[in-house]
C-alpha cells in the first residue's frame, strides 16, 4: 500500500518550503497590525456569511471502486457549513469577490494524516470558482508578499512585465456577485488522494431549483440576508462529487482546470442543510473559533500538491495564531 501510495508524481515546488514560511509570517504581521488581539479575524476569507448546520450522507448505492475511505460507510455526519467571501479585509457583500464555502464534518472515525490536529474531523474548503489562478506557490507568495510590503498594484505590475497577465484577467473573473451562496458552484480547486493510486478534485453542485433574482436594491449583508430569507422556511441541498484525475491533469499547478468533459464529476454524498434560524450571536462567535484546514483529513483523502502542502502549513500556523489572540486557544 505505501508503495502504491508513492507512485503518484507529487514533487516539491522550488524553495517551497523558505516560501511558504514566508508567506505564514507576512499574513501573521498583517494580522496583528489590521486587529486588536481579541477581535483576530481570518487573514484570508475572515467575513462569513453564515455558519449553518448540515448533514453530510455518503450515497448508499455507490459502487464498489468509489466506496473508498469516508466514502466506505453508507453513513450520515453532522457538519458545519462555513460561507464566506475571500477578501483579506471584511467588506460590503455587494463588492465582487470569490466566495469560499466551507465544510466540517464531526465524529468522523478512521486514521488521520498526521498533520491534522482535529482526530475526528474532515474538512472539504471550496471556493465559488473552478481553478485557482494563483496555481503555484510561487504565485501566491507573490501576491500576499508584494500585496503587503508594497501594495496590489506592484503585484499586478509584476504579473504584466512577466507576460502573465492571464492571472490578473482570471483573477478579475473569478469574483462575482450570486444572489445567494446556496444557489452557486464550488470547486475545492486542488488535488486529494483518493485512495491509494488515485487522485480527485472535489465539487458542490447546488440541486437545481429556481434560481433567486439578484435584488435591485442590495444591502451590505444581502447575501446573509438571502440564506436567512430561504432556510427561515425551507432547507436547501448539494450535490457533493469528486473528479478523478487522468493523463496530463495537473498536480503541480492548481491554475488549469481539469476538463469535465475528459473527466465528469461523480456525485458520492449530498450535503443537506435543513431550514434554521442561523443568525445568532453564537453562531458568528462559533464561526471565528472554528478553524478549517485541508489537513483534516482521512488518510485516503491526504492533500496534494504544492499548494495543498503550503495551505496545510499555513492555516495551522495562523489559525493558532489568530485562536491565540482571541483567548481561545
Ligand atoms: C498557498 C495558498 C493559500 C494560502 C496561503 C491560503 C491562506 C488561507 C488562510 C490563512 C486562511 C484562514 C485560515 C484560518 O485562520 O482559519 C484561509 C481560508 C480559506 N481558504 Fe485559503 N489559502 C490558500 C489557498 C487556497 C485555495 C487553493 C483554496 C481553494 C479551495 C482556498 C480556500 C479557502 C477557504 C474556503 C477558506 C475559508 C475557510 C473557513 O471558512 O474558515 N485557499 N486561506
Redesign the pocket.
Known amino acids: 500500500m505505501v508503495s502504491r501510495m508513492a507512485e503518484i508524481d507529487d514533487p516539491q515546488e522550488r524553495r517551497e518550503d523558505a516560501l ?1 514560511a514566508r ?2 509570517a507576512t ?1 501573521r504581521r498583517k494580522l496583528a497590525k489590521d486587529y486588536p488581539p481579541a477581535d483576530t ?6 467575513k ?1 456569511t453564515g455558519l449553518l448546520e448540515g448533514v453530510f450522507t455518503i450515497d448508499p448505492t455507490l459502487p464498489a471502486d468509489l466506496r473508498v475511505g469516508l466514502f466506505a460507510e453508507a453513513k450520515s455526519y453532522k457538519a458545519w457549513v ?3 467571501s ?1 477578501s483579506d479585509k471584511p467588506q460590503s457583500d455587494t463588492v465582487r469577490d470569490v466566495r ?3 465544510v466540517k464534518l464531526l465524529d468522523v472515525p478512521g486514521e488521520k494524516i498526521p498533520e491534522s490536529d482535529e482526530p475526528n474531523a474532515q474538512d472539504f ?3 465559488s470558482h473552478p481553478s ?1 489562478p ?1 496555481g503555484t ?1 510561487r504565485l ?2 507573490d501576491a ?1 508578499v508584494y500585496s503587503a510590503r508594497y501594495s496590489p498594484l506592484v503585484f499586478a505590475a509584476k504579473m504584466i512585465l512577466t507576460g502573465r497577465s492571464r492571472v490578473l484577467k482570471e483573477l478579475d473573473a473569478a469574483r462575482i456577485r450570486p444572489a445567494s451562496p446556496l444557489e452557486i458552484r464550488y ?4 488535488p486529494y488522494r483518493f485512495g491509494a493510486d488515485r487522485v480527485v478534485k472535489y465539487s458542490l453542485l447546488p440541486t437545481p431549483g429556481e434560481a433567486s433574482p439578484l435584488p435591485a436594491e442590495l444591502p451590505e449583508d444581502y447575501l446573509t440576508r438571502a440564506m436567512t430569507q430561504r432556510l427561515a422556511s425551507e432547507g436547501v441541498s448539494f450535490d457533493f462529487a469528486v473528479q478523478f484525475r487522468k493523463d496530463g491533469m495537473p498536480i503541480h499547478d ?1 491554475a488549469p482546470r481539469w476538463d469535465e468533459t475528459v473527466s465528469p464529476f461523480v456525485t458520492v454524498a449530498t450535503l443537506t442543510i435543513p431550514a434554521q434560524d442561523f443568525r445568532t450571536e453564537q453562531r458568528d462567535r462559533l ?1 471565528e473559533e ?5 489537513a483534516h483529513a482521512r488518510v485516503e483523502h491526504r492533500p496534494i500538491g504544492p ?2 502542502r ?2 496545510m502549513r ?2 495551522r500556523e ?2 493558532q ?2 485562536t491565540h489572540r482571541r483567548g481561545i486557544g
Request: charged residues 15%; aromatic residues 10%; proline residues 4%.
Open positions: 511558504t508567506i505564514a499574513m479575524r481570518r487573514d484570508a476569507h475572515p462569513h462555513r460561507t464566506s475571500a469560499g464555502l466551507a474548503l471550496l471556493l485557482m494563483l506557490v501566491f507568495h500576499i470547486w475545492s480547486t486542488t492548481a464561526a472554528l478553524r478549517f484546514s485541508p499548494v495543498n503550503a495551505r499555513v492555516y495562523n489559525s495564531f489568530r
